[in-house]
């Protein structure tokens, strides 16, 4: 899966997804409001639609005449918009995928943002992810949040805040856009695929629907299925930590880290929720796995959680570590933390 998430659905203009109504109200008043911040950050797990959340509102504010809402299609402003050409509205991403945002991609950004508005109204930047931002480039960045043009809005979507520089990071309206639950989630995706159990799908992405409606392009949920089986046979003592490393190789080492911080967080869902109420929909770990992990301590996901994050860090900073042996030493911790928590019973 790629790192951005501003979907092509072929609808124009973008409307925010059932699970996002809440922020979206909130932004509009918000701008009604004048209250409208300089810089916003879109926070949450891959596959929420954050990317489309922040074209929709790229679109709403550009738009001359939004009705409803939304951006209306008609005005020259969306006509702009469709084609992709609009002079007021600029993405940043990683011109490969897996790869870093590079400092002369953020430069050209900071001259187009100081620069007065062609069509007379907003200007607005998405960077999507911001988290691929490297040090050099987080930096450059910084003079465009500190001194922020009129009418300007720049849009950080990061699937991972906390590896987004601090300093960035504390600059930004923080947005969080959490896993949507079942009731919104399922019906939208049962309406989107016609060949696939729109349920189990759910389950696999982590409850984000947007990576559940693409795992059946390719060969992503049987990958997907493997990696889960992989780190649970891992936590067992059935799959070695060495052959996982060794099996994994083919995949892309920054997708696969992305997985791997997910699946951590879904464990810390389910571990911080009681007893007696379930678990965060698509966050559930299986039984076996349930019964193995049942008395990890959170702090020590986090902290796991942290060095994946890190290690991610130093990919997109240019650095070129043994692949091999950065995933054994992971897999290896992970490995850690299940036996550290067999026999420990699941606090409630």
Same mark, same amino acid.
């Given at each position: 899966?790629?790192? $951005?998430?501003?979907?092509? $659905?072929?609808?124009?203009?973008?409307?925010?997804?059932?699970?996002?109504?809440?922020?979206?109200?909130?932004?509009?008043?918000?701008?009604?409001?004048?209250?409208?911040?300089?810089?916003?950050?879109?926070?949450?797990?891959?596959?929420?639609?954050?990317?489309?959340?922040?074209?929709?509102?790229?679109?709403?504010?550009?738009?001359? $005449?939004?009705?409803?809402?939304?951006?209306?299609?008609?005005?020259?402003?969306?006509?702009?918009?469709?084609?992709?050409?609009?002079?007021?509205?600029?993405?940043?991403?990683?011109?490969?995928?897996?790869k870093a945002v590079k400092i002369d991609?953020?430069?050209?950004?900071?001259?187009?943002?100081?620069?007065?508005?062609?069509?007379?109204?907003?200007?607005?930047?998405?960077?999507?992810?911001?988290?691929?931002?490297?040090?050099?480039?987080?930096?450059?960045?910084?003079?465009?949040?500190?001194?922020?043009?009129?009418? $300007?809005?720049?849009?950080?979507?990061?699937?991972?805040?906390?590896?987004?520089?601090?300093?960035?990071?504390?600059?930004?309206?923080?947005?969080?856009?959490?896993?949507?639950?079942?009731?919104?989630?399922?019906?939208?995706?049962?309406?989107?695929?016609?060949?696939?159990?729109?349920?189990?799908?759910?389950?696999?992405?982590?409850?984000?629907?947007?990576?559940?409606?693409?795992?059946?392009?390719?060969?992503?949920?049987?990958?997907?299925?493997?990696?889960?089986?992989?780190?649970?046979?891992?936590?067992?003592?059935?799959?070695?930590?060495?052959?996982?490393?060794?099996?994994?190789?083919?995949?892309?080492?920054?997708?696969?880290?992305?997985?791997?911080?997910?699946?951590?967080?879904?464990?810390?869902?389910?571990?911080?929720?009681?007893?007696?109420s379930g678990s965060v929909r698509g966050?559930?770990?299986?039984?076996?796995?349930?019964?193995?992990?049942?008395?990890?301590?959170?702090?020590?996901?986090?902290?796991?959680?942290?060095?994946?994050?890190?290690?991610?860090?130093?990919?997109?900073?240019?650095?070129?570590?043994?692949?091999?042996?950065?995933?054994?030493?992971?897999?290896?911790?992970?490995?850690?933390?299940?036996?550290?928590?067999?026999?420990?019973?699941?606090?409630?």
């Amino acid at each position: 899966m790629a790192d $951005t998430e501003a979907e092509n $659905t072929g609808e124009f203009p973008a409307i925010p997804y059932p699970w996002q109504q809440s922020q979206w109200t909130r932004l509009l008043e918000q701008y009604q409001d004048e209250k409208l911040p300089h810089a916003l950050m879109f926070a949450g797990q891959k596959g929420l639609g954050k990317g489309h959340l922040a074209m929709s509102l790229a679109q709403y504010l550009l738009c001359k $005449t939004p009705r409803s809402g939304l951006a209306c299609g008609d005005c020259r402003a969306c006509a702009l918009n469709r084609a992709g050409t609009h002079p007021d509205l600029k993405t940043l991403r990683p011109e490969e995928v897996g790869k870093a945002v590079k400092i002369d991609q953020v430069r050209n950004l900071a001259e187009f943002v100081g620069k007065t508005s062609q069509q007379g109204g907003y200007k607005v930047a998405i960077i999507e992810p911001a988290e691929s931002m490297n040090l050099n480039a987080a930096n450059a960045l910084l003079k465009s949040l500190e001194e922020p043009s009129p009418n $300007t809005l720049l849009i950080l979507v990061s699937h991972v805040p906390n590896s987004v520089m601090a300093t960035v990071r504390s600059r930004c309206q923080i947005l969080s856009l959490a896993t949507p639950p079942e009731d919104q989630a399922l019906p939208w995706l049962n309406a989107m695929i016609t060949d696939g159990d729109a349920e189990s799908l759910l389950k696999f992405a982590n409850g984000a629907p947007i990576l559940a409606k693409e795992m059946l392009n390719g060969d992503l949920l049987e990958r997907r299925q493997g990696f889960q089986e992989g780190m649970t046979n891992i936590a067992s003592g059935q799959l070695s930590p060495l052959q996982a490393a060794k099996s994994w190789l083919d995949l892309e080492t920054i997708e696969l880290m992305d997985w791997m911080i997910g699946w951590a967080h879904g464990l810390v869902c389910y571990l911080g929720t009681p007893m007696d109420s379930g678990s965060v929909r698509g966050q559930a770990p299986d039984k076996q796995l349930q019964a193995m992990v049942g008395g990890m301590d959170q702090s020590h996901l986090f902290r796991y959680i942290d060095k994946i994050i890190l290690a991610k860090r130093q990919l997109l900073s240019g650095a070129n570590p043994n692949k091999q042996l950065l995933l054994e030493e992971l897999l290896m911790d992970w490995r850690a933390l299940a036996r550290l928590s067999l026999g420990r019973p699941r606090q409630s």
